[in-house]
Structure formats: C-alpha cells, structure tokens
C-alpha cells in the first residue's frame, strides 16, 4: 500500500503524478492532495479521466481491502481541491510582487522574458488571447523559452485571488514565487487533460521552425 502505483494502471510513477488517497473516520475516500494525512493510502494517476474509473470499478474498496464509501462525485471534489490549491498560490505570488495584470504589462512581461507562464480567464477574447500568444511565438524565435498559458480560471476566480477587478489576462514572473504557483498550475491543467492551445501553439513552432530550416 506504500507503495506509489496507480490502482487503476498498476504503473509506478513520481508523487507528483499521482493523488493519493485515505480512509476516513466515517469509511469515505478522502483526496490526500498535500499528501499529509494519516493512514494507509492508495495512490491514483493525477487526472480526472483515471480518478472517474476508479471509483466507477470500486478499485477504492479493492485497493484498502475494505468497504469503503466513495462520494458520489470524488472527480469534482479533488478538481476543486486542486483550484482553491492553485488560485491560494496565485494569491501569495501577488502579495510578493510576482504578478503582471492587463494585457499590455502581460505581453511585456513575456517579450522581456520575465514571465514564467501566463494566465488567460475563460471569458478571455481571441483577440487578446491572440496578440498574447503572438508574443510567447516571438520570444521562443529569439531563442527563449517557451512560456506556456493556462485557461484555467474564469474572472471572476482570477480577480479574486489577484485582488483586482475584471482580471482577464496575467503574467506570473520567474522567481521563487512564480515556480511555487506553476507547480499548482501545471497538476491542474494536467488534471483537466492539458492544454490543447500550448500544444498547438508548441507545435505550430516546431513547424516554423523546421520550414525555416528547409529554406536554408
């Protein structure tokens, strides 16, 4: 039981890639996110898709060799631990001064090679969101790095924890701080099954590059 394996793949894999899980008081499964609570536990691949089947095939009570009680919707529980996990970081990088707000700052925070990663709320326009992600393009031509966004959150949630208004679009700076927020940010995307846009737009690099390379 202590040993890291997915009770749904049977594969080994890092803390980091897995959710582990106890056995409450009361007999329900309860997600260990900061993997902390006592107790034999059982670890599960750290995504929604693999969550679901777990408790669908009741691999839960096979795995703690007991009658264990599943809530009914654990993929939504542990998607809002990791959320309230993510967005409290957010929170903490801003008071340290690791934030850049508004379009304009975002797009130079990443031109400048500041930004660790960018955020875009679910309302954001493809306007903004493109200009954005025109930018990340240009920085990774001139041979910096590749600086991923998430779509993660929607206003509302980002101008909660960032203490502004109508939050749409933010930069999260290189720093202690920023990596700290990117570790949360990076379990949730992958939780949610990763972002179809950075791959896109990781992609679409990859092609420009190998044309450019063609035309030598």
């Known amino acids: 039981m202590n040993d890291r394996t ?7 894999a890092e803390p980091d890639e897995l959710i582990r899980f106890v056995v409450g008081p009361d007999s329900a499964v309860v997600p260990d996110i ?3 609570l006592p107790g034999r536990g059982c670890w599960v691949s750290a995504d929604r898709l693999h969550i679901d089947k777990a408790a669908a095939k009741n691999l839960f009570a096979r795995a703690f060799k007991a009658q264990v009680v599943v809530p009914p919707d654990l993929g939504g529980m542990v998607d809002g631990l990791l959320t309230r996990s993510a967005l409290g970081m957010l929170g903490l990088a801003r008071k340290a001064g690791s934030i850049s707000l508004g379009a304009t700052k975002v797009e130079s925070a990443v031109r400048g090679g500041l930004a660790l990663f960018v955020l875009h709320a679910t309302e954001a326009s493809d306007d ?19 600086i991923l966004a998430y779509k993660l959150f929607s206003e509302a949630e980002l101008s909660l924890a960032l203490g502004g208004t109508n939050v749409i679009h933010a930069a999260v700076l290189a720093g202690d701080a920023g990596r700290a927020v990117q ?12 972002s179809p846009d950075d791959l896109a737009m990781l992609a679409a690099v990859a092609d420009e590059d190998d044309a450019a390379e063609d035309m030598e």
Not at 6 to 12: K, N, P, S
Not at 183 to 194: I, P, Q, S, T
């Open 6 to 12: 997915c009770i749904v793949t049977r594969r080994q």
């Open 128 to 146: 903004g969101v493109r200009k954005i992600s025109q930018a990340r393009r240009a920085t990774v031509h001139l041979g910096g790095p590749a």
């Open 183 to 194: 570790k949360r940010m990076v379990a949730l995307d992958r939780y949610r099954g990763g």
């Open 34 to 36: 900061k993997r902390n």
